[in-house]
Nanobody, 116 residues
């Protein structure tokens, strides 16, 4: 059974940094990504990384956030620097299986709050 477990959220002041991690078990994964959902808003893509390490970012986080992965440990990380109040949201990891049945999985979500 596939399970994604997130860690690393919390409260940080504007300009600060946080590192999120998502560890998976039970399969192997191709695309790993991070999404976020702020109160009253739709869930939005933050960043994705493919199995070859190619990364894509939302324009709002380019230059501030870095996504990485450890294939041996089935882990994806999101390093968030220069955080802004508008980055406040629940962050979810999302993984696609690399083998049949190619299912998509979500983490449970972790709260990130940027406030002074």
């Amino acid at each position: 059974q596939v399970q994604l477990v997130e860690s690393g959220g919390g409260l940080v002041q504007p300009g600060g940094s946080l590192r999120l991690s998502c560890a998976a078990s039970g399969s192997v994964f191709s695309i790993m990504g991070w999404y976020r959902q702020a109160p009253g808003k739709q869930r939005e893509l933050v960043a994705t990384i493919s199995s070859d390490g190619s990364a894509n970012y939302a324009d709002s986080v380019k230059g501030r956030f870095t996504i990485s992965r450890d294939n041996a440990r089935n882990t994806a990380n999101l390093q968030m620097n220069s955080l802004k109040p508008e980055d406040t949201a629940v962050y979810y990891c999302n993984f696609w299986e690399a083998r049949s049945p190619f299912r998509n999985y979500w983490g449970q979500g972790t709260q990130v709050t940027v406030s002074s």
